[in-house]
Each structure stands twice: as structure tokens, then as C-alpha cells.
């Protein structure tokens, strides 16, 4: 276990991601890479006991970013780029993380997200839509057993993506 700073914790996921993004993406590769970065690392000042650190999976339709390398929204307030107007299947990793100071101690205010969002086909119109939160690493294989287990999310990881969507942005 490594506990790192939430900047060196955009660096290292943004490192981790980059090699994905200049490929041809391997859907359980990916996943993989994202549970052990949430496994792996903690986030100094992110408490596991006040879920300031959570790992969150989804899965239905979503309109990706036209954005082709990881961006760092955090930066971008005005000039924040598009989203396509195309509605693909999708499947969202996203690690939150809080960490409280002096300045900022409300979770809206100061938390980020580190978005992994991979896309597929356009949607069907029949596409089941859910999330799971792992809020705690000790819940991390129960959880992802339940993931990929999920028949919708299972057909995904085992097809090619069209797109693929790594970001950091404030939640709130």
C-alpha cells in the first residue's frame, strides 16, 4: 500500500491511463488497472472511514466528451470542451476523493473525480442504467464480482470500444 498526495494522485492515474488512450483498448486490462489504482494507493488527508476515498462503477448510455487525451477539467471552467451528440453504451470508473482542509471542508466544494469512461455502440433504447459504490477496498472483489457479473456490463467489457474518455474534474 503507498499513500500518495491527491495531485500526485492525478499524475500517477493519469500515467497509468495514458498507455490506454494511445492503444487499442482491452476493456478487462483497463478495469483492471483502475481497481488496482484504487486498491493500491491511498490518498493522504482522504478518510476510507468518512468515504472521502470511494470507487464508483456505472453502466447504461452516455454522451462522451470530445476529448481525445487525458484533460484535466479542474482548469478548463470556461473552456470546458463538448460532449458529442451521439448516445453510446457506456461504462463509467470513476475514483471520488476528498480531502478536507482548512479552506475547504464541504465534499461538493472540494472533491474530485478521476473518470475513466469507456464507450461502445450507439444505444438501443433497451440499455439497462445502474451504479455500484465501493465505498471501503475491503468491499473491492465482492463488488466487482457483482460488476462484471451484471449480463449488460459483461457483454461490454468483452466487446471493442469506439471511445475512450480519462478526465479529472471537481464533483461539485
Known sequence: MCEITQEEAVVKFSELMNPFLSSVVIPPALVETVINFYSNFRVMGASLENCDDMLLLEWGVNRPFLISSFTDFRFLAHNAPNFSDRQLQWLGLTRQIFTP?????EFDAGAIALCTY?????????????????????????????FLQNPFVANLVSSKPSLLNVFVTYIG
Open 101 to 105: 482542509t482548512d479552506e475547504c471542508v
Open 118 to 146: 469507456l464507450f461502445f455502440e450507439e444505444k438501443s433504447g433497451s440499455e439497462p442504467a445502474s451504479e455500484l459504490w465501493i465505498s471501503y477496498p475491503s468491499e473491492l472483489n465482492d463488488k466487482l464480482d457483482e
